[in-house]
């Protein structure tokens, strides 16, 4: 949950580098509440808008966290636009957030896990 709430104080910040363990972790976070408001408004019969709602809370530090997370890959955050071609795109940008991130500093700041 820590991991969750970092990127949430880091509310945009795109500059400097995220592990792989608070992007995933963010994901995770993601999935869960998502599920479970989707699983609260079909019980209650409702039209979605809590889910919407969070969708749209959650939509910029996803985007910052998604740069930070390319940053630490020494990707530029631009890398992000892949996403937007069909099956591939999202193949590569899954393969960029899964791999380690470069050892010591880079064009982008020092190392999270050093620091």
């Given at each position: 949950?820590?991991?969750?709430?970092?990127?949430?104080?880091?509310?945009?910040?795109?500059?400097?580098?995220?592990?792989?363990?608070?992007?995933?972790?963010?994901?995770?976070?993601?999935?869960?509440?998502?599920?479970?408001?989707?699983?609260?408004?079909?019980?209650?019969?409702?039209?979605?808008?809590?889910?919407?709602?969070?969708?749209?809370?959650?939509?910029?530090?996803g985007i910052a966290v998604?740069?930070?997370?390319?940053?630490?890959?020494?990707?530029?955050?631009?890398?992000?636009?892949i996403a937007l071609v069909?099956?591939?795109?999202?193949?590569?940008?899954?393969?960029?957030?899964?791999?380690?991130?470069?050892?010591?500093?880079?064009?982008?700041?020092?190392?999270?896990?050093?620091?």
């Amino acid at each position: 949950m820590n991991w969750y709430l970092e990127v949430l104080k880091k509310y945009a910040v795109f500059g400097g580098r995220a592990r792989r363990t608070e992007y995933w972790m963010f994901v995770l976070f993601n999935m869960i509440i998502g599920f479970v408001l989707g699983f609260v408004e079909g019980l209650i019969g409702g039209p979605g808008v809590i889910g919407m709602i969070y969708c749209l809370a959650v939509l910029i530090p996803g985007i910052a966290v998604s740069v930070r997370r390319l940053h630490d890959t020494n990707r530029s955050g631009w890398w992000l636009l892949i996403a937007l071609v069909p099956l591939v795109g999202v193949i590569v940008l899954l393969v960029f957030m899964a791999t380690d991130s470069t050892p010591g500093d880079n064009q982008f700041g020092p190392n999270p896990k050093t620091a």
